[in-house]
Nanobody, 130 residues
């Protein structure tokens, strides 16, 4: 059974940093796209960042470019999101997601930012910046 579990969320002052991690169990995802989404109260879940299968590319929504960095640690089957210069608008529940298909980096931004691309989701971790 595949499970994704996020960690690293918390309360931070605006301008501060947090590092989220997502540990995957049940199968390896080194060749699969993985991503981060977030959902603020009263809003739809939105794309934040993704990394292509094999780590051949990374994708970010405009509002986090230059502040957030997505990376993967294949030996530990773990996805990370380093978040710097946090703003109050970054407050949300952050979700990790993984694609069951092996696309080997193809698809581009359009593919990696779609919620429907991802088959597995974690329960989420709260990030509050104030």
């Amino acid at each position: 059974q595949v499970q994704l579990v996020e960690s690293g969320g918390g309360l931070v002052q605006a301008g501060g940093s947090l590092r989220l991690s997502c540990a995957a169990t049940g199968r390896t995802f080194s060749l699969n796209a993985m991503g981060w989404f977030r959902q603020a109260p009263g809003k739809e879940r939105e794309f934040v960042a993704a990394i292509a299968g094999g780590g051949v590319g990374t994708y970010y929504t405009d509002s986090v470019k230059g502040r957030f960095t997505v990376s993967r640690e294949n030996a530990k089957n773990t996805l990370h999101l380093q978040m710097n210069s946090l703003k109050t608008d970054d407050t949300a529940v952050y979700y990790c997601a993984a694609d069951s298909r092996i696309m080997r980096g193809s698809g581009g931004y359009s593919y990696h930012q779609r919620r429907s691309t991802y088959d597995y989701w974690g329960p989420g971790t709260q990030v509050t910046s104030q």
